[in-house]
């Protein structure tokens, strides 16, 4: 008797919990949660942001970094110190060299001056050995006429022709002087030309390096927060090493999937709210901004194993940034979260996806 009461109060506790199980689940089926219904759709994603590396241009040993890893930044803040020692000394290198080259400069206009003044000193000369030349053909004109009267001698005659014809040759002397003279003109002026060349190949230099030296004290180019230190103060990095990395508070969104039966109803600037896992009572708004022109897989952290065998595509919501600059600080990335989409402009977002931000 003992033993058919105990089987019987275990028959009626096994009944009891079939019963509250089987009300659960007709609970669960018709009060449950569905989301918004018809004209939305959903996909899982992660919050993210425009990333930043912040790198060397020049090889180097890193001086300083003045900023720490969740720091925020602003456009034009100084980040890093690369040592400058290195190119302070090719600057003061290039500096000596252009101080070289003016003097050059001075010196080539001195030449020019110069051979101006010879070519000058020359031409005089063509002037007197000209004017030596006429009078000695005039005298030689005389002399002709003398000794066709008889009132000549031969010899006079001779010596005069003799006289007319070295001044004749010192003309042609004298000229071709004052060729060499306007050529050496010419030669110095070229001189000059690459004198002052040397002057602004060694100005280009200092400029090339003084951009350098700008260039080795790293700084932001845009507000954003500082997400990872990757070198260390001493550590020597090649052209192009990171120094940090810098993440773009004003440029987030959230990329997610959707199967290919809705993708096509989704266009740029469509409605989306998301909805963190971590702070379900804020409903965020942002708008379509990417939709992939071809289909692929959903990524296995994604969508469940079923879900992977269809094709999905990818969509991108963008958060507006002048939001983003109200809640700067509150800002994270890689955060989970789900992205409704409006199919349907006609149909009223449900209260539960009204938009609440944090204040």
Do not use: C
Not at 17 to 30: R, S
Not at 248 to 268: C, H, K, N, Q, S
Not at 325 to 335: A, D, I, M, W
């Amino acid at each position: 008797m003992t033993t058919s009461s105990s089987l019987m109060k275990k028959l009626l506790i096994v009944s009891l919990a079939i019963g509250a199980a089987a009300l659960a689940w007709w609970g669960w089926l018709n009060y449950s949660e569905t989301g918004p219904g018809e004209g939305f759709v959903s996909g899982n994603g992660r919050i993210e942001a425009t990333e930043i590396d912040i790198a060397t241009k020049l090889p180097g040993r890193v001086e300083g970094i003045f900023v720490r890893e969740g720091d925020f930044v602003e456009a034009g803040q100084p980040l890093a110190q690369m040592q400058l020692e290195t190119l302070e000394a090719q600057r003061d290198e290039a500096e000596a060299m252009r101080q070289q080259a003016e003097y050059m400069v001075a010196a080539a206009q001195a030449q020019v001056a110069l051979r101006e003044a010879d070519v000058v000193a020359a031409l005089a000369f063509v002037d007197q050995r000209e004017s030596e030349l006429d009078a000695a053909q005039r005298r030689l004109n005389r002399s002709q006429t003398l000794s066709d009267r008889g009132a000549a001698s031969i010899q006079q005659l001779d010596d005069d022709r003799a006289q007319a014809s070295g001044a004749r040759a010192a003309v042609s002397v004298a000229k071709a002087q004052a060729a060499a003279a306007r050529a050496a003109v010419e030669a110095a002026k070229a001189q000059l030309v690459g004198a002052r060349s040397t002057v602004s190949a060694a100005t280009a230099t200092i400029d090339r390096i003084e951009a350098e030296i700008r260039d080795s004290e790293l700084r932001a180019p845009r507000d954003g927060r500082v997400q990872i230190r990757v070198a260390q103060p001493g550590e020597v990095l090649g052209a192009g090493g990171r120094v940090l990395n810098l993440i773009d508070l004003t440029d987030v969104y959230m990329t997610f999937f959707l199967p290919e039966t809705v993708a096509g109803r989704v266009g740029i600037g469509s409605e989306v709210r998301i909805v963190l896992d971590a702070a379900p009572d804020y409903v965020i708004p942002a708008t379509i901004s990417y939709v992939a022109s071809a289909a692929q897989f959903t990524p296995k952290t994604v969508e469940t194993a079923s879900e992977r065998q269809k094709l999905m595509f990818r969509v991108r919501a963008q958060i507006s940034p002048e939001l983003l600059h109200e809640h700067l600080r509150q800002v994270k990335t890689g955060l989970p979260g789900v992205a409704w989409v409006r199919l349907d402009t006609d149909v009223e977002w449900p209260g539960s996806l009204d938009l609440r931000v944090p204040e």
